[in-house]
């Protein structure tokens, strides 16, 4: 069975901080896709990052990275130097080839960042 | 710039009401789907949508039905509301590749939030 763990369940940070958010899957697939959302206070989910399981290369973007390590099957987070606007619900989900296509989302982690 | 719209952000029903909520997107989307978000449990699948008229159980489907009678909307019904039902319920769309199905990325709605007293 499919599952996404994401263990923090709410972090609060000072503004400038680094903070990580961690992601645990599980599949039996060896064809997937992570990614990761952001939910803002406004609650519509936003895309932020798509993975294949075949491309292990870290990415940035901007003051955002990601870190995908098969071996221990997650794909965390990091925000450099947080400000206040990355205060949100950030979910990690898995997808699977399928004809319709199905997510499996975290039950994601709550970032505070305070000024 | 809207892409997928629904139609309440917010509604109060009482037990036993007929609820509809929609969901429209303007992108062409083939694939559709119906959320439901409750603290602690993230996103759960209730129904999806890959085509005109075609719908196919998600996680918990049970209490609800849908309808997809055009191509841009996709409703969800819950036939005799709960209060268990008390919810975010979250519309999305996207793309069918036939390649690559695992790869498209979901648009999201602003979200229904459901009480039902």
């Known amino acids: 069975a499919q599952k996404v763990t994401q263990a923090q369940t709410e972090i609060s940070v000072v503004e400038k901080e680094d903070v990580t958010l961690d992601c645990v899957y599980e599949?039996?697939?060896?064809?997937?896709?992570l990614f990761w959302y952001k939910q803002p206070p406004s609650g519509e989910l936003v895309f932020l990052i798509r993975?294949?399981?075949?491309?292990?290369q870290n990415e940035i973007s901007g003051r955002y990275s990601w870190n995908f390590q098969k071996s221990t099957s997650s794909f965390n987070f990091t925000i450099t130097a947080s400000q206040v606007v990355d205060s949100a619900v950030y979910f990690c989900?898995?997808?699977?080839?399928?004809?319709?296509?199905?997510?499996?989302f975290g039950p994601g982690t709550r970032l505070s960042v305070l000024p | 710039d809207v892409k997928v719209t629904q139609s309440s952000r917010y509604l109060v029903k009482r037990t036993g009401e007929k609820v509809f909520l929609e969901c429209v997107q303007d992108?062409?989307?083939?694939?559709m789907f119906w959320y439901r978000q409750d603290p602690g449990l993230g996103l759960r699948l209730i129904y999806f949508?890959?085509?005109?008229?075609?719908?196919e159980k998600g996680d918990i489907p049970e209490g609800y039905s849908v309808s997809r009678e055009k191509k841009e909307r996709f409703s969800l019904i819950l036939e005799s509301a709960s209060t268990n039902q008390t919810s975010m319920y979250l519309c999305?769309?996207?793309?069918?590749?036939?390649?690559?199905?695992?790869?498209?990325?979901?648009?999201f709605g602003a979200g229904s939030r459901l009480t039902v007293l």
């Open positions: 992108m062409d989307h083939e694939n």
């Open positions: 993975r294949n399981s075949f491309d292990e």
């Open positions: 989900a898995l997808s699977e080839p399928y004809y319709g296509q199905n997510f499996v």
């Open positions: 949508s890959y085509d005109v008229k075609m719908k």
């Open positions: 999305a769309s996207s793309k069918r590749d036939m390649l690559d199905s695992g790869a498209n990325v979901l648009t």
């Open positions: 599949t039996r697939d060896t064809t997937y896709y």
